[in-house]
């Protein structure tokens, strides 16, 4: 029986569990996969090992962590430096990330996309800001603390904290902040929200499973937007080849996942 997990903090809200248990049950292969509170980033590589892992998914805080606890990180992994899988290869932490293709199979819809606001500069905010500059947008990026901008200061895309941030027009706002996760708070204040708000074509929020106060404000305003929802199962699907090694094609996948967000 191969054992798969979750990490995070907080991690009871996730639904990779209940995605990747139903493609094991469907197509009767022996493994289960279970969360793990996990508090200290630092700990995830000997937390993975001491459970016997085949492979584990990473969300909020831990995926810088998860870069660095793993031996080899493959492919667009690697440029972004934030990894939400891992799989275990002949005993070696293998890295991955696949939010990035994941969020933009959820945006696939929007069109005449040009130039992005990521509100947020944290893991996820790394690997979208990155996939986004590699398909040629025009990024910005706004973030409450100046601290984790400088990250971003070579990449091309222009950086803002609350303290000097002036509302131009988006084609889309991105929240990927975890505001709105446990509280009911917007990803920046309030002013500021209604400003960006107005001056957007589309909006989307990372988190999934209930309705944020950025999710309400775009809904209040007749802004067209996407839920962490399709990004999860998008990135759930690629997450799952990669635990499976590919035996089974996207379809499938897609169609075991799927059944868990219809109650
Ligand atoms: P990190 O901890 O790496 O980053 C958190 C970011 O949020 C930081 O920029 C932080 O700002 C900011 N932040 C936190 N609280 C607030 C607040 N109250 N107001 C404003 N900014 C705030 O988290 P991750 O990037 O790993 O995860 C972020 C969110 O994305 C989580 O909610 C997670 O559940 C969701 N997610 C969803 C996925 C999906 O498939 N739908 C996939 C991946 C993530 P500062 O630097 O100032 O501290």
Redesign the pocket.
């Known amino acids: 029986m191969k054992l798969f997990a979750i990490f ?1 903090n ?1 991690v009871a ?2 639904k990779s569990p209940l995605m990747h248990n139903a493609v094991f049950k469907a197509l009767g292969i022996k493994a289960c996969y279970t969360r793990v509170l996990l508090k200290d980033g630092a700990k995830l590589r000997d937390t993975f090992l001491k459970l016997n892992l085949s492979g584990a998914n ?7 962590a998860a870069f660095k606890a793993c031996d080899e990180v493959r492919g667009f992994a690697k440029k972004a430096g ?1 990894v ?1 899988t891992i799989v275990k290869e002949d005993n070696k932490l293998i890295g991955y990330n696949t ?1 990035a293709d ?2 933009l199979y ?1 945006i696939k819809d929007f069109k005449d996309i040009k130039n992005i606001l990521v ?9 979208l800001v990155q996939k986004f500059l590699d398909e040629g947008f025009d990024v910005s990026i706004l ?7 400088s990250f971003f200061e070579q990449s091309g895309a222009k950086t803002y ?1 609350w303290d000097n941030f002036k509302a131009d027009s988006f084609d889309l706002a991105v ?7 446990e ?1 009911e ?4 204040p309030d002013d500021m929200a209604d400003k960006i708000i107005s001056n957007i074509k589309y909006g989307a929020d ?3 499973g209930k309705k944020t106060p950025f999710v309400k404000l775009l809904e209040k305003n007749d802004i067209p937007y996407k ?10 699907v690629l997450a799952n080849h990669l635990f499976l090694g590919k035996r089974y094609d996207t379809q499938t996948i897609q169609k075991y996942m799927e059944k868990v967000f219809r109650y």
Request: no cysteine.
């Open positions: 995070g907080p809200h996730s990473i969300t909020v805080p831990h995926k810088e934030v939400n939010d994941g969020f959820s509100i947020g500069a944290g893991g996820t905010a790394k690997a973030n409450r603390s100046e601290k984790r901008l904290s929240n990927t902040t975890s505001a709105g996760l509280d708070s917007l990803p920046v990372v988190i999934y839920d962490g929802s399709d990004m999860l199962l998008a990135q759930g």
